[in-house]
C-alpha cells in the first residue's frame, strides 16, 4: 500500500508540475530537462520509468495523443551502474559490536544492545525489528518467525545464541512487558526512526572509520548481503527472499538469503 500510494504521489506531482491538461511536446522536453537537474540519476530513471507506464495507459485510454507519447524517451536511462550501497567488514562490524557491548552507561542499554546483534546478525529491516513480538521467538527450535512488513513474506532467521542472549538479558533485566517485544521506557513500540538512531549512535562512538559511508541499519543489512554474495551465495535466491523478480535490483541493493543464512552466520562478526 505504501509503495501504491507513493507511486500515486509523484505521478500527481507529474500531472501538477506539467500542467496535464495543457501538456505538449514542447512542454515534455522541457520537463525532462529541467527535473534532471532537481534529482539524481537514480530517481530520474525510476520515475522516468513511471510516468512512461502512465503515459502508455493515458494513450490506451484515449486521454493522449500519441505524438505526445512518442516524445517521452522510449529508452530509459540504465541504472544497474549506480553505486553500491555503504557496506562494512566483517572485521569493521565485529569492532562495532564489541565497542557496543561495552557502552553500559547509556539508557536501555540491554535493549539497544539486543537490537544491534539482531540487526547484525540477520540483516532484518527497522520496520521488522519494531513489530517484532516475543512469540515471534521460537526458543524450542531456536527461529525466529516474522511476516516481512514490506514483502509480507514469512522469513525464518536462525536464532544463533549471539542474538538469543543479548535478548534474553534484555527481557530479564529491562523489559518491563508488553506487546511487541522491544519497546520504550514507557511500555510503547518503538519506531523505525529511533532503531535507526540506536544503530547510527553505536557506529558514532566506535572506532571505525565511516568515511562518509552510511552508518544505519540498512547498512548492517547492506553488509551481510555482500557477506552472504562473497561466500557465493545465489543471487536469485536473495532476490527471492526480498520479493524482488529482478535479480539486477539485487545486484546492487543486495539482501540476505534466510535459506543460506545458516551457512555464512557461523562467520558473523561476534567475539565478544
Given at each position: 500500500t505504501r509503495?501504491?500510494?507513493?507511486?500515486?504521489m509523484?505521478?500527481?506531482?507529474?500531472?501538477?508540475?506539467?500542467?496535464?491538461?495543457?501538456?505538449?511536446?514542447?512542454?515534455?522536453?522541457?520537463?525532462?530537462?529541467?527535473?534532471?537537474?532537481k534529482c539524481n540519476h537514480i530517481t530520474?530513471?525510476?520515475?522516468?520509468?513511471?510516468?512512461r507506464r502512465f503515459l502508455i495507459f493515458c494513450y490506451e485510454?484515449?486521454?493522449?495523443?500519441?505524438?505526445?507519447?512518442?516524445?517521452?524517451?522510449e529508452k530509459m536511462p540504465n541504472i544497474k551502474n549506480k553505486k553500491i550501497p555503504s557496506v562494512y567488514s566483517i572485521e569493521e562490524i565485529s569492532l562495532l559490536l564489541k565497542s557496543a557491548k561495552t557502552c553500559?552507561?547509556?539508557?536501555?542499554?540491554?535493549?539497544?544492545?539486543?537490537?544491534?546483534?539482531?540487526?547484525?546478525?540477520?540483516?532484518?529491516?527497522?520496520?521488522?525489528?519494531?513489530?517484532?513480538r516475543p512469540s515471534d521467538i521460537d526458543w524450542r527450535n531456536n527461529e525466529i518467525r516474522i511476516i516481512q512488513q514490506k514483502t509480507k513474506k514469512e522469513i525464518i532467521y536462525p536464532l544463533l545464541s549471539q542474538i538469543g542472549n543479548p535478548i534474553i538479558e534484555y527481557i530479564q533485566n529491562e523489559r518491563s512487558g508488553g506487546e511487541h517485544?522491544?519497546?520504550?521506557?514507557?511500555?510503547?513500540?518503538?519506531?523505525?526512526?529511533?532503531?535507526?538512531?540506536?544503530?547510527?549512535t553505536y557506529f558514532k562512538q566506535?572506532?571505525?572509520?565511516?568515511n562518509g559511508r552510511h552508518h544505519g541499519a540498512h547498512a548492517l543489512r547492506h553488509s551481510?548481503?555482500?557477506?552472504?554474495?562473497?561466500?557465493?551465495?545465489?543471487?536469485?535466491?536473495?532476490?527471492?527472499?526480498?520479493?524482488?523478480?529482478?535479480?539486477d535490483c539485487v545486484k546492487i541493493y543486495s539482501k540476505i538469503d534466510i535459506t543460506h543464512l545458516r551457512k555464512c552466520v557461523l562467520e558473523a562478526p561476534y567475539h565478544a
Amino acid at each position: 500500500t505504501r509503495t501504491i500510494n507513493n507511486k500515486k504521489m509523484r505521478i500527481r506531482t507529474f500531472m501538477i508540475d506539467i500542467h496535464f491538461q495543457n501538456i505538449s511536446k514542447d512542454s515534455v522536453i522541457l520537463y525532462l530537462k529541467n527535473y534532471m537537474t532537481k534529482c539524481n540519476h537514480i530517481t530520474y530513471t525510476i520515475d522516468n520509468r513511471l510516468i512512461r507506464r502512465f503515459l502508455i495507459f493515458c494513450y490506451e485510454k484515449g486521454e493522449l495523443d500519441k505524438s505526445i507519447l512518442l516524445s517521452w524517451p522510449e529508452k530509459m536511462p540504465n541504472i544497474k551502474n549506480k553505486k553500491i550501497p555503504s557496506v562494512y567488514s566483517i572485521e569493521e562490524i565485529s569492532l562495532l559490536l564489541k565497542s557496543a557491548k561495552t557502552c553500559k552507561s547509556e539508557e536501555n542499554h540491554l535493549r539497544n544492545f539486543a537490537i544491534l546483534s539482531l540487526i547484525a546478525y540477520t540483516g532484518m529491516r527497522a520496520s521488522d525489528v519494531v513489530n517484532l513480538r516475543p512469540s515471534d521467538i521460537d526458543w524450542r527450535n531456536n527461529e525466529i518467525r516474522i511476516i516481512q512488513q514490506k514483502t509480507k513474506k514469512e522469513i525464518i532467521y536462525p536464532l544463533l545464541s549471539q542474538i538469543g542472549n543479548p535478548i534474553i538479558e534484555y527481557i530479564q533485566n529491562e523489559r518491563s512487558g508488553g506487546e511487541h517485544l522491544f519497546l520504550t521506557e514507557h511500555g510503547h513500540k518503538l519506531s523505525p526512526a529511533l532503531v535507526t538512531g540506536i544503530i547510527n549512535t553505536y557506529f558514532k562512538q566506535s572506532p571505525i572509520k565511516i568515511n562518509g559511508r552510511h552508518h544505519g541499519a540498512h547498512a548492517l543489512r547492506h553488509s551481510i548481503a555482500t557477506i552472504m554474495v562473497n561466500n557465493g551465495i545465489s543471487l536469485f535466491s536473495v532476490a527471492n527472499t526480498l520479493g524482488h523478480s529482478n535479480v539486477d535490483c539485487v545486484k546492487i541493493y543486495s539482501k540476505i538469503d534466510i535459506t543460506h543464512l545458516r551457512k555464512c552466520v557461523l562467520e558473523a562478526p561476534y567475539h565478544a
